[in-house]
């Protein structure tokens, strides 16, 4: 079955310093997520991603922050001038067009670590 | 704005028995879908069980099960007969029709299966 596939699995970053989180979202799949998880709360959206730009995005998802699907395979998440609250596994996520009747496929996610 | 609440932090359950994690919401929409989705150690996101709103029958999966009231905004998730491969957070989800495909997660349970 596919897969949504992370890169990588674990970064660590220096505060201060810029960060990309990379995924491979399912191939015929058209909506694209980031979500995130500071260890031991819940689940947020962060972004959607439709049509080459950002259709919703919530109030996490500030200026430090941009999505890009620089070629038809990748989209990635950049942070930029990271803090260390920015430290979670973060999660990319696909759905196929139209189907909201399908639950969106999730990445392994990336432990981001900001030292 | 939709809510999601789930107020179990931590459940227990002797393998082989059975047990339910409760999960409520709040929206204004009538269509929307809801998800259990089971996070084990290994941090991945997996989809457990899925329910339409406009469906009045519980959805089923092999040992897990929901009990879905609409008018209560209630959706809680029956594990039966539970394996030790059961031990993960679990997180309910709601998706509406009118968010985007966005998803909104509940705080998480926390099951452990005892041998």
């Known amino acids: 079955e596919p897969e949504v596939t992370q890169t990588p699995s674990h970064q660590v970053t220096q505060m201060g310093q810029e960060v990309i989180l990379r995924c491979v979202p399912i191939s015929n799949h058209l909506y694209f997520y980031w979500y995130r998880q500071i260890l031991g709360q819940k689940v947020e959206f962060l972004v959607s991603?439709?049509?080459?730009?950002?259709?919703?995005k919530s109030e996490i998802f500030d200026d430090q922050f941009s999505v890009e699907r620089p070629d038809g395979s990748n989209f990635t998440l950049k942070i930029r001038s990271t803090k260390l609250e920015d430290s979670a596994m973060y999660f990319c996520?696909?759905?196929?067009?139209?189907?909201?009747?399908?639950?969106?496929?999730f990445g392994d996610g990336t432990r981001l670590s900001i030292l | 704005a939709q809510t999601v609440t789930q107020s179990q932090p931590e459940m227990s359950v002797q393998e082989a028995e059975t047990v339910t994690l409760s999960c409520t919401y709040d929206t204004s929409e009538n269509n929307y879908y809801l998800f259990w989705y089971k996070q084990p150690p290994s941090r991945q996101m997996i989809l457990v069980i899925r329910?339409?709103?406009?469906?009045?029958q519980n959805a089923t999966e092999n040992r897990f099960s929901v009990n879905f009231q609409k008018a209560a905004k209630s959706f809680s998730l029956k594990i039966s007969d539970s394996q030790l491969g059961d031990t993960a957070m679990y997180f309910c989800a709601f998706m509406g029709t009118n968010t985007g495909n966005q998803f909104y997660f509940g705080t998480g349970t926390s099951l452990t299966v005892i041998p």
């Open positions: 991603f439709y049509n080459n730009e950002i259709s919703e």
């Open positions: 996520a696909s759905n196929p067009q139209g189907s909201y009747n399908q639950p969106q496929h």
């Open positions: 329910q339409e709103a406009y469906k009045q």
